[in-house]
């Protein structure tokens, strides 16, 4: 009777750690980070990059460049992205990044959409993205393409007119602040 018992205890024993022991030597993928979306998360010194990609606008042609960024360091941090495709096609583009929590790329957002042009790159694609800060070195990695198939990104496809549109409208903004600057100019020669 006691042999049984003590088999049956060695039996259980067993069982129990045969099924738990994986656990003793395999390592737990759900320790590691990971960036949850579609995007990737990249670490820049002062500013953490959180869900990064690009979504093609309406042409197929433009991507809006689609991003969080988490600025602890209470100061706003430049951050520039170059994005290489096949060799030397490349684009730039550029953020001032405010402290705390930023989303970028949101044409309803507080920030300006920032659009790259990138000849040949299709959604599904994924293209190189080297990160920098002014004096620190660069950090690179893959960046994906997406486009409006899924509904979560559909409000950052821009439409096909918009770089058009932002280009317009720059220029309006300068020829609006030059006129102002001369008629200043000219009031303080009237004043004197």
């Known amino acids: 009777m006691k042999i049984r018992i003590a088999s049956s205890i060695a039996i259980a024993a067993a069982l129990a750690l045969g099924a738990t022991g994986c656990s003793l030597i395999a390592p737990q993928g759900t320790l590691k980070p990971y960036a949850p979306s579609d995007g990737v998360d990249v670490n820049v ?13 309406e042409t197929g ?11 602890l360091t209470g ?15 490349q684009a730039r583009a550029e953020f001032t990044v405010p402290t705390g929590n930023t989303l970028f790329g949101n044409p309803e957002g507080d920030e300006a959409p920032v ?7 299709q959604p599904g694609a994924t293209i190189d993205a080297y990160f920098q800060q002014p004096g ?18 559909r409000a950052y496809v821009l439409p096909a007119n918009f770089v058009e549109e932002a280009t317009a409208d720059a220029k309006d903004s300068a020829t609006a602040t030059k006129d102002a600057a001369a008629e200043t100019a000219d009031e303080a020669k009237t004043d004197k």
């Open 115 to 121: 659009v790259v042009t990138i000849p040949g790159l």
């Open 75 to 89: 100061a706003e941090q430049e951050l520039a992205v170059t994005f290489m495709n096949e060799g030397t096609q």
């Open 61 to 71: 042609e433009n991507f809006n460049v689609v991003f969080g960024a988490v600025n």
């Open 136 to 153: 620190a070195a660069e950090v690179e990695h893959k960046v994906p393409v997406l486009d409006g198939t899924l509904a979560e990104y």
């Open 45 to 57: 010194e002062g500013v953490d990059v959180r869900n990064i990609m690009l979504i093609a606008d």
